[in-house]
């Protein structure tokens, strides 16, 4: 696309491409793994931009690229879509967000595709001291949704940098 934008011949669109590729696309898989896959991945991505098809592509564990593997057994699946369905997308992340179970559907030329996703684990630790402070420092770090209830004000305000969803003052008898 860069050649036939140099050369004059390239299509408007090829410069929104490109930025995309290079801002979103290759910074998000350099953080994964995957060294035997990625060209193919923006091989499949620029196609898919460029006929407007859905694409549905599995890498590793039941993949029909077997020549492609992942590491450790693993599998990776991805649908590209060049035009996505904003409010499926919109409808499926407040789902998340109100804790329900979300999923996004897609027709491709392969067949019907659904994902299914559950919200981000949640903990409620509550108590006081020590023991209180370390499960939520450790329930944050796993990026767990973090709701802090403690009878001690002092321990609820040495933990708002977990930044918890809610923290609750509680009562003792």
Known sequence: MKEQLDKGVGKKSFRDYIIV??????PFFVD???ASIDRDIVLQGLTAIETGQIKH?????????????LLFGGALELVIDSAPNLEMLRTALGGLYARKMA????????????????????????GRGAILRTTASLAAHMDFELHITS?????????????????QP????
């Open 21 to 26: 590729i290079d801002k979103y696309l290759l």
């Open 32 to 34: 994964i793994f995957v």
């Open 57 to 69: 592509i599995r890498y590793g564990a039941g993949s029909p690229y077997i020549d492609l593997k």
């Open 103 to 126: 999923g996004l559907s897609f027709a491709t030329q392969s067949g019907f595709v659904r994902f299914q996703y559950a919200p981000k684990p949640a903990l409620i630790p509550a």
């Open 151 to 167: 009878p001690d004000s002092d321990d609820i305000d040495s933990l708002g940098y977990l930044a918890p969803k809610s923290c």
């Open 170 to 173: 509680m009562t003792t008898p």
